[in-house]
């Protein structure tokens, strides 16, 4: 945790800050207010969201899980045009969210829906196939980790070839390892991990991390 505050303070100093530290700070202490878990992404997992979302130059990026938004806006930030949908099945995180996310000054481009992953998805598919909607670039899965595989699946044919999709909480103090922890969440995180193995859509590797959200890990993966 004493590394995350180091670094972060210097590589996302006050005086060039985007998003502001005001307005990340605004995130988690309106959603704290509003009784959402604090389980958001760190402010170093958030940065390396942007960063990942400039490397692949996304325009139209999908998350799957916004809680109070504070993931959203760093996703958001990774440029002045680039448009975010956001799904969220819990109506109160969604409307700490779309207030948080004008606070910061994104709902012109961003938008969060309401619903179960599952189903959005299935309207999301049908928006890209009926031309209604420009496929993705990077998608960011974080919400339950049951679904993690349909929602790969799903993200991965709506998606650019180039396009990430990063899932979080993928290592969980190492549990991920264990065949037989009888944890549906764990459950579901292996098998999105076997399946894109074995996937000719998509190449994959999980990130380790350690810091102040513990011992945990992010799935890269990569649309072929
Ligand atoms: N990405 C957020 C961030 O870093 O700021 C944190 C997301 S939090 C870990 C998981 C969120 O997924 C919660 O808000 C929860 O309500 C939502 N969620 C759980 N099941 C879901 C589902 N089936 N469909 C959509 N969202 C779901």
Known sequence: TAVDTYSF?????????????????????????????????SPSQGKYLKLQAQLV????????????????????????????????????????????????????????????????????????????????????IDADKENNWNYVDAAAGISNKGAAIIVDNVVRKGRVANPDSGDSRIEGTRRVIENIGTDDRLDGVVLQTVGEKDYDGFLLSIVK
């Open 9 to 41: 303070s210097h590589l996302h100093p006050q005086h060039k800050a985007e998003p502001s530290h005001e307005t990340l700070e605004h995130a988690l202490s309106t959603s704290k207010e509003a009784g959402l878990p604090d389980i958001a992404v």
């Open 57 to 140: 130059r996304a325009k139209n990026i999908l998350e799957v899980g916004t809680l109070g938004g504070y993931s959203t806006i760093w996703l958001a930030s990774s440029g002045p045009d680039v448009k975010v949908l956001s799904i969220e099945v819990d109506q109160h995180h969604a409307e700490v969210a779309r207030r948080n996310i004008a606070h910061a000054g994104y709902e012109n481009r961003v938008e969060v829906r309401l619903g179960a992953g599952v189903d959005v998805l299935r309207e999301v598919v049908e928006e890209v196939r009926a031309g209604k909607r420009e496929k993705f670039d990077l998608v960011f």
